[in-house]
C-alpha cells in the first residue's frame, strides 16, 4: 500500500479555510431552523448536543465506525502537522491515554501500538508507551503479553520504576515468582523505601513458599507421612518416622526459605534426617554436618568410604525412573529448582553414593542417568 501523501501548506490553509466556512453556516443553519419554528421553546441543551456531534467539537469518536470526511480531515491535520516522529508518537499516546482512562482498552493499545511504531528517538517517551500499553494489557487478563512490554520498556529505560512495578504483577498473575522477587530487589536498589515494592515483596515470598510447597506429583492425593514412607520404601522397603513426615520448610524474616532434608544411603539402607537447612546451603557444607571429620563415623559405615571426597550426588524423578546427578557444590535452592525435581510430602531427598563402589554400579544400572 503506498503511503499517504502529505498535504501541502497550501492546500492544508484551503482546508482550514473550507473548514471554517462550513462550520460557520453549520451553526447559522441551525440557529435559523429553530427561529423558523418559533412556537416551540428553544432548546438549548438540544441545540449544544447536535454541536457536540459536529467533529470540531467532538471529545472522542468510536473507530469501530466510519468517519465522516470532515473528521478524518480534522485526524488528518492533528497527525500531519506534526514535524517530529516524537511529536506524532506522543499524539498517539495522548489518545491512548484517554481511552484508557475511559476503560477502552482495546483502543489505548491501538493508540499505544502506532506511537511504538513511530520509532521515535526519545527513549522515555518509548519506555511510557511500552508500559502504557502493558498497563491496557494487564486490563484486558493478557499478562504475558503485558509482562513483554514491560521487558521492552526497561530496555529503553532500565529504571523505569512503572515498567518495573507492572512486571512484578504480572509475574505473580502467571505465577513467576522467583521473577516478581528479582524485579522487586531492582526496583529496591532505586527506591529501597518504596511502600508499593516492600508491600509486593512480603506478597511475593509468602506466594513462592505456597507454590513450593504444593509442588508434588500431579494429581497425588497421598498424606506427607504415606509419601515420605514411599519414598524411603521406594529404595530400601523400610517406613518413615514421624519427625521426618511431620516436618515443614519455612520463611524466614530475610526472605530465605529453610527446608527439611533427607539424605539416602541405599547401599546400607540407612539415612540421614536434618530438621532445617538454609535454601542457600551447599550440599558439601550439609553433608560435612553429618559426615565430615568432626563428627563421629557412622557405625553403619564399615569400609569407612563416606568421606567427603569420595561421594556422588543424585536425586530420583519417580515419573521418568530416572536419577540426576547434581553438583556436589550446588546449593540446596539450585537443586530444588532443577526443573526435574519434585518435592514428594513437602520432603526433600538426595541420594548419596560412593562413587566407582561396585554397589554404586549395580544401583545406577536400574535407572536412566543424566547429568543435565
Not at 18 to 32: G, T
Request: hydrophobic letters at 35%; proline letters at 4%.
Amino acid at each position: 500500500m503506498a503511503p499517504k501523501r502529505k498535504m501541502t501548506d497550501e492546500e492544508r490553509a484551503v482546508m482550514v479555510a473550507q473548514m471554517d466556512r462550513d462550520l460557520e453556516d453549520f451553526i447559522s443553519e441551525k440557529i435559523e431552523s429553530y427561529k423558523a419554528t418559533p412556537r416551540d421553546p428553544f432548546d438549548f441543551s438540544k441545540m449544544e448536543k447536535e454541536i457536540e456531534n459536529h467533529p470540531a467539537f467532538m471529545q472522542e469518536w468510536d473507530p469501530t465506525k466510519p468517519m465522516t470526511p470532515e473528521l478524518e480531515a480534522l485526524i488528518s491535520l492533528k497527525y500531519e502537522e506534526c514535524d517530529t516522529l516524537v511529536e506524532k508518537a506522543t499524539n498517539y499516546k495522548e489518545d491512548g491515554n484517554r481511552n484508557f482512562k475511559n476503560s477502552k482498552y482495546r483502543w489505548a493499545i491501538d493508540n499505544y501500538t502506532v506511537a511504538i511504531e513511530c520509532k521515535c528517538s526519545d527513549l522515555q517517551l518509548n519506555a511510557i508507551c511500552y508500559t502504557n500499553r502493558a498497563a491496557a494489557q494487564f486490563r484486558l487478563g493478557n499478562y504475558r503479553s503485558s509482562f513483554r512490554d514491560v521487558v521492552f520498556a526497561r530496555k529503553f529505560v532500565p529504571d523505569h520504576m512503572k515498567a518495573i512495578i507492572r512486571g512484578v504483577h504480572c509475574a505473580k498473575k502467571i505465577r513467576k515468582y522467583d521473577i516478581a522477587l528479582r524485579w522487586i530487589d531492582d526496583g529496591l536498589l532505586i527506591d529501597s523505601t518504596n511502600e508499593e515494592l516492600l508491600k509486593l515483596r512480603h506478597e511475593s515470598e509468602k506466594l513462592k513458599l505456597r507454590n513450593i510447597k504444593l509442588k508434588s506429583v500431579e494429581g497425588d492425593d497421598h498424606d506427607d507421612e504415606e509419601m515420605v514412607g514411599e519414598e524411603w520404601e521406594s529404595l530400601f522397603g523400610r517406613t518413615s518416622n514421624k519427625e521426618a513426615a511431620s516436618a515443614r520448610v519455612f520463611l524466614d524474616d530475610f526472605g530465605t526459605l529453610h527446608w527439611p532434608i533427607l539424605l539416602l544411603y541405599p547401599e546400607y539402607g540407612q539415612t540421614d534426617f536434618i530438621t532445617q537447612a538454609n535454601e542457600t546451603t551447599r550440599l558439601v557444607d550439609l553433608l560435612y554436618q553429618v559426615l565430615g571429620p568432626e563428627t563421629p563415623e557412622a557405625d553403619w559405615d564399615l569400609e569407612k568410604l563416606y568421606k567427603l571426597e569420595n561421594l556422588e550426588i543424585y536425586f530420583e524423578n519417580k515419573l521418568e525412573e530416572t536419577l540426576y546427578q547434581v553438583d556436589i557444590n550446588a546449593s540446596i535452592q539450585a537443586v530444588i529448582s532443577h526443573p526435574k525435581y519434585i518435592v514428594y510430602g513437602g520432603l526433600p531427598s538426595l541420594i548419596i553414593l560412593v562413587k566407582g563402589s561396585e554397589f554404586a554400579k549395580d544401583f545406577l544400572k536400574k535407572y536412566s542417568i543424566s547429568t543435565n
